[in-house]
Each structure stands twice: as C-alpha cells, then as structure tokens.
C-alpha cells in the first residue's frame, strides 16, 4: 500500500455545491434559512431546518432523494476510484455532516474508498427526523482555534491523523478543499505534503495571501477534470520516489552485509 493519505473536504471539492444549502433549497425552505441564518451558529440551524422539514411532512427517504441528485463533476468518482486503486489512504473532513456524506458517497458508489469521515454527526432520532450535532460541543469544549469556526478545526484533526501516520509509517499527506476553514489543515502540513486548494475559492485565496505560513507543495485545480489529473499525477510521483527510495535502501543493505561477510563467497567493501 502507498505510503499515502489523501484528505478530502467534500462541500465543493468532492461534490460541486454545498449539500446543506442544496437540500434546503432542493426542499424549499430557502427563505426560512436566510431568515434565520444570522440567528444562530450553522449547525444548530441545519438542526432547526431538518426538525422543520420534519413538521411539513418531508421524510428522511425526501432528503436521501434530494441528496441523490446532488450535482458532481463527472471526473471525481473516478479520480477517487482510482487513488483508491492505487493504494493510497483516503479520508474525509468535511464541516456537512455526516447522513449526507454516507448517503451521497453510498449513492456514489465510492462509500468503501474511505477509511474515515471527519464531519459533523447526523443521525435519525427517534421521531424519524434528521438530528444534526456539531463536531465539537463548543459551550462546555471549545477547540481554541480563532481560524476555524467554533464547531470544527480541521487543523488538529489533521494533527491527529499526522500522529496516527507516524504509527503507520505513512508518509505523505495530499489535501484537497477550498473554503476558508481548509486553511488552517494547509498550515499544519509538512514538507514533503501537498495541498490542492481549488482556484479562486477562499482556502486558494487565503493559500496565496500566506505562502510562506504554508509549508506543502500548492497545486491548484478549477474543476474535476484537473482535480483527477493533477491528483493522479502527484500520487503517481510520490509512488515512483518511493519505489527509487525502496530500491537505493536494498542496495544499501546488500552492501552492509557483504561489507560483513553476511553474503557467501562476497569480499569486504574497500573503505
């Protein structure tokens, strides 16, 4: 397996829109939301939103419809296929949530690409409506990160798989998305990672405005097409540095154990 993990947002880098707004208005609740939009924080409105499609009869098999028919780049599930194939580790971190990310990528075809899902939870209560929760309970457990909005930094869950890489003795990070909270992931990066920021959205501008804050590679993409090009070309470039690594340690190792007489019949190495 590739010694690498590739992190996905969702909201406009896996799929073109972003799912909340798109199941409102798919539902028709669109004037409700930008009522109450500046009211309360994001998630504790989609929450709202689903107990009120919930009141006007609208069921969880109405918003898994909606959610099938979620516009997407014809390029991106075979981008994904194919990272896949190759052996990369994919994950996702997404601030939806996450009955719309299984239900899209299930829907998709790409559910079992991924290890995990980094997202808000959503889950069917007991009245038979969508309950939608924040990633962090930011009233009593605050993140601490002025970047990032109170229910999620995607920087430290970064920083989490970073650790769990240094276990796995994965290597490389390749991250993809383009909204303001995809900035502070691209800071945590290392050398040797890599960041797909999509052109002309906030993650690319505030990229730009700070390159010397971030430590990755940049490589821009505009829509699914150079997503899966340039992606496949990135993994492919790690995968042929990692097999001309591999090989120059197997030659170094033979040497060290002819240089010690481990080898029949082999001279010691002239120093």
């Given at each position: 397996m ?6 996905f947002?969702?909201?406009?880098t896996?799929?073109d829109v972003?799912?909340d707004n ?14 109450l939009m500046?009211t309360?924080?994001?998630?504790s409105?989609m ?6 499609l ?7 098999g109405d918003?898994?419809?909606?959610l099938?028919?979620?516009p997407i780049?014809?390029r991106i599930?075979?981008?994904?296929k194919?990272?896949h194939?190759?052996g990369?580790?994919?994950?996702v971190?997404s601030?939806a949530n ?7 990528l299930k829907?998709?075809?790409?559910g079992?690409c991924f290890?995990?899902?980094?997202t ?5 209560n007991e009245?038979?409506?969508l309950q939608?929760l924040?990633?962090v309970d930011?009233?009593t457990a ?5 970047l990032?909005?109170?229910?999620m930094?995607?920087g430290?869950?970064v920083e989490r798989?970073?650790a769990?890489l240094?276990?796995e003795?994965?290597?490389r990070?390749v991250y ?11 800071l ?5 990672d890599?960041v797909?920021?999509?052109k002309d959205?906030?993650a ?11 430590k ?5 993409w505009?829509?699914g097409?150079?997503?899966e090009?340039?992606?496949?070309q990135?993994?492919?470039i790690?995968?042929a ?8 340690e ?11 007489g481990?080898l029949?019949?082999?001279l010691?190495v002239p120093?």
């Open positions: 590739a010694g690498i993990v590739v992190v947002d969702f909201d406009k896996i799929i972003d799912s798109w199941v409102v208005d798919q539902l028709g609740d669109t004037d409700l939301f930008n009522q500046p309360m924080p994001w998630n409105l929450d709202t939103m689903m107990k009120g919930h009141a006007r009869g609208k069921t969880i918003i898994e419809e909606v099938k028919r979620v780049h014809a599930v075979p981008a994904i194919s990272a194939a190759l990369c580790d994919l994950r971190v601030d996450v009955f719309f990310i299984e239900t899209i829907h998709l075809g790409i079992d290890t995990e899902i980094n808000n939870p959503g889950c069917v009245e038979g409506r939608i924040p990633y930011f009233q605050p993140h601490g990160c002025n990032c909005p109170p229910n930094c995607k430290l869950i798989i970073q769990s240094a276990k003795g994965k290597k990070m993809l998305g383009d909204g303001i909270g995809d900035f502070c992931p691209s945590k990066l290392r050398k040797g890599l797909m920021p999509r959205f906030p690319w501008n505030l990229i730009n405005k700070n390159r010397t804050l971030v990755a590679a940049v490589h821009e505009t829509d097409e150079e997503l090009h340039i992606l496949l990135l993994i492919n790690i995968i540095e990692e097999s001309q690594l591999v090989s120059v197997c030659k170094f190792q033979t040497m060290s154990r002819a240089a010690n481990a029949p019949g082999a010691p120093y």
